[in-house]
């Protein structure tokens, strides 16, 4: 039987009356899943909704045919809940979900999640609303990351003149799309003297932002504040220090998350292209001086 408590603090059924829930509860199985264990493949034929109990979960499309690199679109907590389109419209999988650690997970399926709608109509509603809640705010996730990445590629055709250039325009077109007020400050990486100098800022509240940590990766560093690091090739080229004038709760920082991390995989291959390119004009110059010598 699931923890009729935890139940009632998912967002999912905080309207469910106690002895609603514990009925609607006993349609449930609980299973447990390692980390690295797939729930649902991509494409799979699906009818089950799921709602975690424990852990995490990741929300990732497939990149290549062979099911070998993923895009995370999402990352889920305790409360959350994912499948919902397979259960509403009998939809096949558009997304591949895994446990990033040791997970469980309540899961209902298609005919007795409708069963149960069908006996109780006014409960029934309530569920829907929730779910529709919850797909409009993700939806509306998606579309802000794709509209910042549309923004993103016509920085990609500009010519820049060096890695710090295009860094710090790529954190005034980010900016935009973070709500609230946020201090930003962006570094590259000096590879001669292995050491971060400073090529952005923008703050929009007082306070003394953190120092980079040793060594330098994406995280949260608290409920406000995120570095992003920026690599290729296994090598550090740049990071970004980002840091909300408010807390965030759990959802959000797996959204921002996610956003940093698609705009630091992006930000890694374009400061690499860049620095190859100034350094090819570099040696042209060189070459054409000792020539005319």
Known sequence: MPDIEKLKGTALFRNLSDAMLAEFAGYFKKTAY???????????????????AEG??????GLDE??????????????????????LDNQVRFAQSRAARDTQVYEVGRQEFFSFVKEHPETGISIFS???RTVFRRLQHTSSELTMLFDMSRLLLTPHRSPGDFLSSVME????????????????????NAEYEQAYARETFRKEMPALPAPVDSAWLDDRTYLMACAAQGRPLGCAL??????????????LATIFNTISSILGSAMMNIEHQAESEMLEKLRKTKNTI
């Open 130 to 132: 929730e779910i529709l």
């Open 173 to 192: 077109e980010v900016r935009i799309f973070l709500e609230g007020s946020w201090n930003i400050k962006a570094y590259v990486y000096n590879k001669f």
């Open 34 to 52: 390692k980390a690295g264990d797939v729930i649902f493949r991509e494409k799979s034929a699906g009818s089950t909704l799921y709602i975690i």
């Open 66 to 87: 062979q099911g070998r690199e993923f895009k995370t679109l999402a990352s889920l907590l305790e409360g959350d809940f994912f499948g919902e389109m397979a259960v």
């Open 56 to 61: 995490e979960v990741v929300i990732e499309k």
């Open 242 to 255: 980002f840091e909300k004038s408010a807390g965030l709760s759990p959802v959000e920082k797996n959204n």
